[in-house]
């Protein structure tokens, strides 16, 4: 039912009402003021009170079926309740509408009031949520700008050679100087997005003009191409510092713990609590300054015999179970850089990324056995043993002090990978 326009009402006085005739609006209207007329005093008359605008205008609808009248009638009213009750009694007294019987009931009576309230309140929590929405959306945007800014860089190109190059190089205060687009791929991958490649032995003048005024660094391979590339950029680019590859090798091959530690001295990066399979150097490196040329080589130890066990020794050593289940495991998540997580009886408590593996160990309860594909490292160690895992495999182990109630494995040790 619309509701009606009456400027200041208290309540509504709803009622529905069946006549035994076919009968109009009119003739109901005409019932209420008429039957009701002199029952309650004059003071309590309909015509009266609409006069002084207590009450306002009757809504009545009305549906005629088989000889049969039915419908409702909403009367607003800005009366105490009391009276707005005694008016609601005595429309309920009417028994006759014209010549036909008649039944009138009281539907309810609604505070008005009440329900601008309630309108008022919703409204403010709208008004409050949406306040809350753009407050956390400004909120996400900060995060945003926080979270792009420590994002790794991206692949570009520079200048009209098109250059590959790493997006840090525009804006960066320094600049790393290496031989070919693979190369500047290696240092995104390891976190320096200040790259470019120089990319032949002739250097194109894009490259003078990107360092003019910037800290440079040459990195370049450990090789004779290196030394010529060297030569040809002493003559053309002013140098700050010139650092190069492990003999032998290329930029590109080595892996980011080993591009870190190069660069150490040029600019120090901070190496992730947990590595990915590619990222652990497989021997041991010390460095040293090379006074003659100003550059870093790298120095392989001596390697200790190592002692790999062998199949009858995981036998042996390992509960078979476990073997089993970690050489089922493997297939699904090798060059995944994902990790799972296992209870006493094998079944799958938690499968994450590794990166997000740290902060859900705290809170995965019965983890016995953790499988990842990636590095284990001193602090996942520690995490693991606080958690209650007795047993971790991954692909590698770097150095560090093993709980003596853990097993820590390699899927080379039970047989997954070569």
């Known amino acids: 039912m619309k509701l009606p326009s009456t400027g200041i009402v208290k309540y509504h006085v709803k ?22 007329e002199g029952l309650l005093g004059p ?42 009750a005694l008016i609601a009694a005595a429309i309920e007294s009417i028994d006759k509408v014209g010549p036909f019987q008649a039944k009138f009931g009281l539907v309810g009576i609604d505070d008005i009031r009440a329900i601008k309230k309630k309108v008022i309140v919703d409204r403010a929590k709208k008004i409050v949520q949406d306040w809350a929405t753009k407050t956390i959306s400004e909120g996400e945007e900060m ?6 800014a420590s994002k790794p860089g991206k692949l570009t190109a520079f200048g009209k050679a098109q250059l590959a190059c790493g997006s840090g190089v525009f804006d960066s205060d320094w600049i790393i100087l290496v031989e070919g687009r693979a190369d500047v791929i290696n240092l995104l991958r390891a976190g320096y997005d200040n790259a470019i490649a120089i990319e032949g032995a002739k250097i194109d003048e894009s490259i003078t003009k990107l360092t003019d005024g910037k800290r440079v660094v040459a990195f370049l391979d450990g090789d004779r191409a290196g030394d010529l590339i060297l030569k040809e950029l002493q003559g053309l680019v002013k140098m700050d510092r010139v650092v190069r590859a492990p003999p032998g090798r290329e930029v590109e091959d080595c892996t980011p713990l080993e591009l870190a530690e190069i660069l150490r001295e040029v600019a120090p990066v901070s190496i992730p609590d ?36 062998t199949e009858n020794d995981v036998d042996n050593q390992d509960n078979q179970q476990i073997v089993s289940i970690v050489r089922d495991v493997y297939p699904q998540i090798n060059e995944t850089l994902e990790a799972v997580v296992l209870d006493g009886s094998m079944k799958i408590l938690l499968k994450v990324p590794v990166s997000d593996l740290l902060k859900r160990l705290d809170s995965t309860e019965g983890a016995k056995v953790l499988v990842l594909d990636g590095i284990v490292t001193q602090r996942l160690v520690e995490a693991a043993n606080k958690a209650g895992i007795e047993y971790i495999v991954g692909h590698r182990t770097a150095d560090f002090k093993k709980p003596l109630d853990i097993k820590i494995r390699t899927f080379g040790d039970l047989g997954t990978s070569n």
Not at 15 to 36: N, R, S, Y
Not at 64 to 77: E, F, H, Q, V
Not at 143 to 148: E, I, P, S
């Open 43 to 84: 003071e309590m008359n309909l015509n009266e009170l609409q006069k002084v605008s207590k009450v306002g205008r009757i809504e009545v609808n009305v549906d005629t079926r088989s000889n049969m009248a039915k419908g409702d009638a909403l009367i607003p009213m800005s009366t105490d309740i009391s009276t707005a």
């Open 274 to 309: 947990i590595v990915t399979s590619e990222q652990l150097p497989d021997r041991k490196h010390t460095h040293r300054r090379d006074r003659q040329d100003y550059s870093i080589t790298v120095e392989r130890e001596s390697n200790q015999a190592q002692t790999v066990p």
């Open 143 to 148: 995060l945003k700008d926080v979270y792009d």
């Open 15 to 36: 009622l529905k009402f069946e006549v035994d005739g076919l009968v109009e609006k009119a003739d109901i209207i005409g019932a209420i003021f008429g039957q009701t």
